[in-house]
């Protein structure tokens, strides 16, 4: 016994290797003591004797299994030994048999975090919390490690205990604000991340979370503020800098989205952030940043199994679609990727369900952010006033801005039922669709900003389908049918998307024809040359490449009298292309830039323009429909996907096919013949005007017909038991 307490004395007095040999002695003397073979262990260790130490251990474990201490001991050596998953085993062993040991559970923790094993971290939180049910600590970290893995309910659940036992615990109201964001209640997420904030100020993380939140509650000047203040706590943390480039592109504060964006992927260079990162430079004309950032994101998209590879990674369908160069397939593959992470664990049945109707009004609801003063509604307003309420009546699942415009009051007049889901999550709004007994349920926004896709997830409605706001697929198994013509979609290309193809005759894209056109203030008041040959050419900075607007300099060379008539634009932007265009030899003075103003203003002083040009790969889209309803040709170049075939389906649908194109340099010869034969292009206006009002473009009642007969085609199918299939409406 004198050895052993001269053993511990020294051990504790520092002097280790003289420790050793006391215990030694002891424990040839007590070779039934497992506290000596413990201490001896430890003194082994703490002299850089790890294989004895063990041994010394493992032999006062097999005296004592059940004492916690010895396994505890052991794991301390492993631990010095740099053996943490040994050291993990013995701690959680330990905790075992001493089930109430708060620190020992929190050690357990801290080094299964330090492995890295997320299976491993699950296991033992489960166990944490079985053993100590009241440990809020290991409730947050369990619910951290859900969200991580996509279990958003159970993850809220743990989170919600966590707070709940202790209100002071800030990181599980963070984690808790990013459950409740991830199932759309707002308000809720709000409150959870601003509680955070208010108990640790310092953590840049929990001010991230809050401004996710915001951002997602549309309080973008906020949640702006809330990320510099992040990045003010932390200035190297890529995910504030990603979010504040998010958030500054919704303000359309596109200089700092741009240097947010390119901050965040120097740190960290994912594929999606890359492709934001790349459209953010597009938005700025920066063509040799965004074909850098395009082709290093090109280079992680290589192969189908990289993008699946990387679990979180959500490159943007819409993004991606508009970048020069993807092919219908890879936006396939991108879109189907975005699905599939959106809703990992979506199980889709057949169509067809218990709210069947037969010989009633089709139920047809319209999930939109855009039933407002919108391109959405500037195109589908006539056509929806046009439908006959016998066979439709029309519910709007709304969660557009709350500001009054004329085409929002035009939309609630011709929309007898409307819904405000602005506050309610995603599931509330499917149960709420379900409950409505709508048997079409149609996504206006698809991938676009601000969508709310994951609505339509448990198939709420018997037949689901997209148009209008996504020009091409969403790869959601979800959606039965997008709705297309033969031109955006062409007979053979259907393989380039997920869902069955619903045709309309002539074009997808509707028209208004009661739209008002403003007064032509004449050119002088516009500041365009009186004898000029005026291009209008009002495209969002980020359609304009550098091959297009290379193609427009070419022009402007062979076409002396030519100018190019251009929405104004961000400083950056607009110098970037009088750049360009110094560089090409075309003079400043023949760029000349229109402020913006509302639409039928816009409307009335588009007529000064002789042509409106097109752009690749995303074309002219309303804005086609725009200048052809304001009485100007619009020229069309036709490319391969949906994003670059909708001006050539406008363009055919007002009835002048002779102004579509095959291909960038065909489209360039159009433009150069126009140019040298005026009087042809006059025979062309004058057609236009002669027929505006008639051409299946601009006629909405006949395009409601065909639309009608399309959704009921479709009904049709879902009332026989049959799944969906491509359909033409003739």
């Not at 290797?17 to 030694?24: G, S």
């Not at 997808?508 to 032509?520: F, L, M, S, T, V």
């Not at 473009?697 to 026989?720: H, M, P, V």
């Amino acid at each position: 016994m004198l050895h052993k307490l001269l053993g511990s004395a020294l051990h504790a007095k520092g002097e280790a290797a003289a420790a050793v040999d006391a215990l030694q002695a002891a424990a040839r003397l007590l070779p039934e003591d497992a506290q000596t073979f413990s201490n001896l262990g430890n003194a082994l260790a703490d002299s850089g004797r790890f294989e004895e130490a063990m041994m010394a251990h493992q032999q006062a474990i097999e005296l004592q299994p059940q004492a916690s201490t010895h396994r505890y001991n052991l794991g301390c050596a492993y631990l010095a030994w740099q053996r943490k998953t040994e050291a993990l085993e013995q701690f959680w062993l330990a905790f075992e048999r001493a089930p109430g040991d708060r620190s020992l559970a929190q050690l357990c923790r801290e080094l299964a975090l330090e492995l890295g094993d997320t299976d491993l971290q699950l296991a033992f939180c489960r166990f944490n919390v079985a053993s100590l049910p009241d440990d809020d600590a290991a409730m947050g970290m369990l619910g951290g490690l859900l969200l991580q893995a996509g279990e958003d309910a159970e993850a809220e659940s743990w989170l919600q205990k966590a707070v709940d036992l202790n209100p002071g615990n800030a990181l599980a109201w963070s984690n808790l604000s990013v459950a409740l964001q991830n199932r759309t209640a707002l308000k809720e997420a709000v409150a959870a991340g601003t509680r955070a904030v208010e108990l640790k100020p310092e953590w840049a993380m929990v001010h991230n979370n809050l401004g996710t939140a915001l951002r997602e509650a549309g309080a973008f000047e906020e949640a702006k503020a809330v990320f510099l203040r992040a990045l003010e706590l932390d200035p190297d943390y890529d995910q504030a800098f990603y979010n504040l480039g998010c958030v500054s592109a919704d303000l359309g504060d596109q200089v700092t989205a741009r240097g947010a964006f390119i901050e965040a992927v120097q740190r960290t260079p994912r594929a999606d952030w890359l492709l934001l990162a790349a459209h953010a430079c597009r938005q700025m004309v920066d063509w040799e940043g965004a074909e850098l950032l395009e082709a290093a994101m090109g280079e992680q998209l290589a192969s189908a199994d990289a993008l699946m590879a990387q679990g979180g990674l959500l490159v943007s369908p819409f993004a991606y679609l508009t970048t020069p160069g993807t092919s219908a397939g890879e936006q396939l593959r991108v879109a189907q990727h975005f699905a599939s992470c959106c809703a990992p664990s979506t199980t889709c049945p057949p169509v067809g369900g218990a709210h069947l109707t037969s010989g009633k009004a089709l139920r047809v609801g319209l999930l939109s952010s855009d039933f407002r003063d919108h391109a959405t509604a500037h195109l589908m307003v006539g056509v929806l006033e046009a439908l006959d309420p016998g066979r439709f009546q029309l519910v709007a699942y709304d969660f557009s801005p709350d500001q009054p415009d004329a085409y929002r009051q035009r939309l609630r007049q011709v929309i007898p039922e409307w819904v405000d889901i602005r506050a309610l999550s995603d599931s509330q709004v499917a149960d709420r669709i379900r409950a409505d007994r709508i048997d079409i349920a149609i996504d206006l926004k698809g991938w676009t900003q601000g969508y709310r896709a994951p609505v339509l997830v448990q198939r709420p409605a018997a037949l689901q389908m997209q148009w209008l706001g996504f020009p091409g697929t969403m790869g959601a198994p979800w959606i039965d049918y997008i709705i297309a013509d033969p031109v955006v979609i062409p007979v053979g290309a259907e393989a380039g998307y997920s869902e069955r193809i619903l045709r309309l005759p002539h074009c997808y894209q509707p028209n208004d024809c009661h739209r008002e056109i403003g007064q032509n203030p004449g050119r002088r008041a516009l500041g365009l040359p009186e004898d000029a040959w005026v291009l209008a050419a009002f495209h969002q900075p980020y359609k304009i490449t550098r091959a297009v607007f290379s193609l427009w300099m070419r022009l402007l060379q062979q076409v002396p009298d030519a100018v190019l008539w251009l929405l104004d634009l961000p400083s950056v932007a607009k110098s970037a292309l009088l750049q360009a265009a110094a560089e090409a030899g075309v003079d400043e003075g023949r760029l000349i830039w229109a402020a913006r103003m509302p639409l039928a203003d816009h409307l009335g002083r588009m007529a000064c323009a002789d042509l409106a040009l097109d752009t690749s790969p995303v074309n002219a889209h309303t804005t086609a429909s725009d200048a052809l309803w304001a009485g100007v040709p619009q020229a069309a170049c036709c490319g391969d996907t949906f994003v670059s075939r909708v001006s050539a389906s406008v363009v055919q649908a007002a009835g002048l096919p002779e102004l579509v194109a095959e291909g960038e340099a065909a489209y360039e010869a159009m433009l150069l013949a126009l140019a040298r034969n005026r009087a042809h292009l006059a025979l062309l206006r004058n057609r236009l005007a002669s027929q505006r009002l008639t051409s299946p473009l601009f006629d909405s009642a006949a395009f409601a017909s065909a639309f009608s007969q399309g959704l009921e085609l479709a009904w049709q199918r879902c009332q026989q038991g049959l799944p969906a299939e491509h359909l033409t409406v003739s």
